[in-house]
């Protein structure tokens, strides 16, 4: 568990610029101005571009909140004009995966475009952008089994098994997933053979033992108070999960 006084960095939403912050315990998402509902301890400092929500880097919420993004350059880890998504894919062949177990046959990365160059030269998680001009400059040298493992790449395959689509929180249940820390509620529509394809996830992060842990969390990164509970809701046609009193 982690110490009062234990620093942790923490990534701003409005600018990307990370910073060290004394994390209160169990804590993945902080703001300068907190209210009844999620209130923090004082000391959250405001970003040098006067950006007020902190989420901690490598939580679910990071993921979420920064990476998802659209207009956010996975290359950089910043907000660009111009950025797009690309799928990338292996060089060559590959090892057929044993029995049982799920293989990715491609990845979307947002990317802006002074780093597409990038993703066909040194890619993410092994996979590259192939363009038919690139191929002859491309080197043979990469690999996958070598890559480390990318948590928004991870977060991306598990993402792209679920069903999120509803039109009221009825529609949406909970569903347990891990962030190497603990556990995250997520909230979707369906998700056929969740528990194969949280185990793969798992596997693609690759945890090990990181002395880390937190209470259960919604989606928005906030874990019930007193009369509380993480339940599952639908914003703009999209199943997620957040922390409210039960209706009575």
């Known amino acids: 568990m982690a110490r009062e006084d234990e620093l942790a960095e923490f990534r701003c939403l409005n600018c990307g610029a990370t910073t060290l912050i004394h994390m209160p315990g169990g804590y993945v998402a902080l703001t300068v101005n907190p209210n ?28 979420y909140k920064w990476h998802a993004r659209a207009d956010v350059c996975r290359i950089c880890n910043h907000a660009a004009e111009g950025t797009q998504a690309f ?7 590959r090892a057929v995966p044993e029995p ?8 979307v990365v947002h990317a802006c475009p002074e780093h597409v160059a990038v993703l066909r030269t ?36 598990l993402e792209a098994t679920l ?6 929180p009825s529609d949406c249940m909970l569903v347990d997933s891990e962030d190497c820390c603990g556990t995250i509620k997520l909230g979707v529509h369906a998700a056929p053979n969740f528990a194969q394809n949280e185990a793969a996830y798992a596997t693609c992060l690759a945890c090990g033992a990181r002395g880390c842990q937190h209470a259960d969390l919604a989606e928005d990164g906030m874990a019930p108070g007193a009369g509380q509970a993480i339940v599952p809701t639908c914003v ?3 199943c997620s999960s957040t922390v409210r009193a039960p209706t009575p």
């Open 87 to 93: 799928s990338l894919h292996p060089r060559g062949p």
């Open 122 to 157: 040194e890619g993410v998680m092994g996979f590259f952008l192939i363009a038919v001009l690139a191929l002859a400059a491309c080197s043979s040298s990469h690999s996958s089994i070598d890559a480390p493992p990318d948590p928004v790449a991870c977060k991306a395959a």
């Open 100 to 107: 049982g177990k799920l293989q990715l046959e491609s990845i």
């Open 36 to 63: 009844k509902h999620h209130p923090v301890p004082i000391g959250v400092p405001t970003c040098t571009c006067a950006g007020r929500y902190w989420v901690r880097v490598g939580s679910m919420t990071e993921y």
């Open 236 to 238: 703009d046609s999209r």
């Open 163 to 168: 069903d999120r689509t509803c039109t009221l």
